[in-house]
């Protein structure tokens, strides 16, 4: 055993060297967002993540979004904590009758102007756990969706499209 834990101790790291490989579309689509988010409120462009009640396939690409491959954070997009402090609420998952009130909560803390957008089949039409015990149904059933970005999970690049096209064509709230 302490052969092996001096082996990881000076062996190095086990990942590989140079930097995340990148993507030039990626990078050029998430540029036009932090231009477009610019234009439209006048600084970054601020998410709150809430998950409804998901099975977090989708949450998994939506933290994807932060890893070095995207690192939305270098174009000034970032996810906040509060919801006081989001532009976007980005809801994952149907709505689960103990998720609505915390969702609805959500909606009303966060400031104008104000987005909704339902990620996710299961967010869009309730997906599997439509007519469910425990679920209401889609996000649009407790509040006005702004866009839908569909897909089980939808990959990160869809996202970003997903909120390029929210800020360039939507009217605020």
């Given at each position: 055993m302490f052969k092996h834990i ?12 140079g930097p995340a490989p990148a ?92 987005w909704v957008v339902a990620c ?54």
């Open positions: 001096l082996k990881s101790l000076t062996g190095g790291p086990v990942t590989e060297a993507d030039p579309a990626l990078a050029e689509l998430a540029g036009k967002l932090e231009k477009a988010a610019k234009a439209r409120l006048g600084r970054s462009l601020s998410i709150r993540e809430v998950d409804a009640g998901s099975c977090n396939g989708c949450e998994l690409e939506i933290h994807a979004l932060n890893n070095p491959i995207y690192d939305l954070e270098r174009f000034g997009i970032r996810f906040v904590a509060s919801p006081r402090h989001a532009d976007v609420l980005l809801v994952t998952g149907p709505v689960t009758r103990n998720m609505r009130e915390a969702l609805v909560r959500s909606w009303d803390a966060t400031p104008d102007p104000k996710g089949d299961c967010a869009v039409d309730g997906g599997l756990f439509r007519g469910g015990y425990a679920c209401i149904g889609p996000v649009n059933e407790v509040l006005p969706v702004d866009l839908h970005i569909p897909g089980c999970p939808p990959r990160p690049a869809e996202l970003l499209a997903g909120l390029l096209a929210l800020l360039e064509t939507s009217d605020t709230r």
